[in-house]
């Protein structure tokens, strides 16, 4: 079983940043990749970005250049910065990890964080 506890949730003006930490706890050897998603109110939940085992990261295109992943292995805690802020990023976001079982792949999600833009 795995935990994932996001916090660094609030709410900011435009332009402005926070920083968004996951604290992961349980059986979270052999990760297959951890994550960040978000959903508006009334939209589908979305991919934000991943940071995959080896360091690889991805990003949607609507926060590349403002957004970074990054993961702090001794701490068990992945991160997003983000920066320059707009009021299109409010929403609640998820910490997800994916965790390689050998014959099986699962992903855990955490409750979620709310951020909130203002113009």
């Known amino acids: 079983q795995v935990r994932l506890v996001e916090s660094g949730g609030g709410s900011v003006q435009a332009g402005g940043s926070l920083k968004l930490s996951c604290a992961a706890s349980?059986?979270?050897?052999?990760?297959?990749?951890m994550g960040w998603y978000r959903q508006a109110p009334g939209k589908e939940r979305e991919l934000v970005s991943t940071?995959?085992?080896?360091?690889?990261?991805s990003y949607a295109d609507s926060v590349k250049g403002r957004f970074t992943i990054s993961q702090n292995n001794a701490k068990n805690t992945l991160y997003l910065q983000m920066n320059s802020l707009k009021t299109e990023d409010t929403a609640v976001y998820y910490c997800?990890?994916?965790?390689?079982?050998?014959?099986?792949?699962?992903?855990?999600w955490g409750q979620g964080t709310q951020v909130t833009v203002s113009s």
């Open positions: 997800t990890a994916c965790i390689d079982y050998g014959l099986d792949r699962l992903n855990y």
């Open positions: 349980g059986y979270i050897f052999n990760s297959c990749g």
């Open positions: 940071i995959n085992s080896d360091g690889t990261t």
